[in-house]
Structures are given as C-alpha cells and as structure tokens.
C-alpha cells in the first residue's frame, strides 16, 4: 500500500512539472513557424545546411533534440540561423520549440 501511494506520488509529480504542451500552444507555434521559420525549415528541411534538419534522426545527431537546446537555437541563431531574440518573444520561442519537438516527433 505504502509502495503504491509512493508510486503514485512520483506519477503525478512528473505529470503537474513536466507536462506537454497544449493544442493552443502548438497550434500557435505552428502559425509562428510559418510566419517565422518555414522559409528555411519547410516541412522540417533546412533549405542552407540539407543534412540539419528539424527531423528527429537530425535533432539527435546534433544534440538538439531537446526544447532547451530548440529554444537556445532560436533565440541566440548559430552559423547562417539569425538569432530571434529581437523579433519574438519569450513564450512565442517556447511555442516554436514545442511545435518542433512536435512535429519531428510525428515524422513532420
């Protein structure tokens, strides 16, 4: 009983922290992508560098399969990515490393 209650504890704990992101937050990041990002990265290609692209087997090689390291992308650009720091805010950045993490879990 007591191993159960503590399993239970764990579930929920991991749950209310580390929760998905909702529809409206991937929804919202997809329009921001278009609007933002789809001109390089349409359909999780890359449009400058073929082999990085948003797709999981990419993400992975790169070490960039997490929404830290998606989000740290966006923000601060690297080699011919521009950084979105000026042009986006916080929550929309988040928005997009969900729709991304999203979509090339999905096989775009």
């Known amino acids: 009983m007591k ?3 503590l399993i239970c504890l764990a579930i929920w704990l991991v749950i209310s922290v580390i929760s998905p992101a909702s529809a409206g937050e991937i929804a919202n990041g997809a329009k921001l992508f278009n ?3 789809s001109a390089c990265h349409m359909g999780g290609n890359n449009m400058i560098i073929s082999s990085k692209t948003l797709k999981k087997e ?4 790169y070490g960039m399969a997490s929404l830290d390291a ?10 011919a990515m521009p ?19 999203t979509q090339s879990q999905q096989g775009w």
């Open 35 to 37: 609007a933002n990002c």
């Open 83 to 101: 950084s979105f720091r000026s042009r986006l805010r916080d929550d929309q950045i988040e928005d997009i490393a969900n729709y991304v993490m």
């Open 58 to 61: 990419a993400l992975d090689k």
């Open 3 to 5: 191993r159960s209650l």
């Open 70 to 79: 998606i989000k740290y992308q966006i923000t601060n650009g690297k080699n």
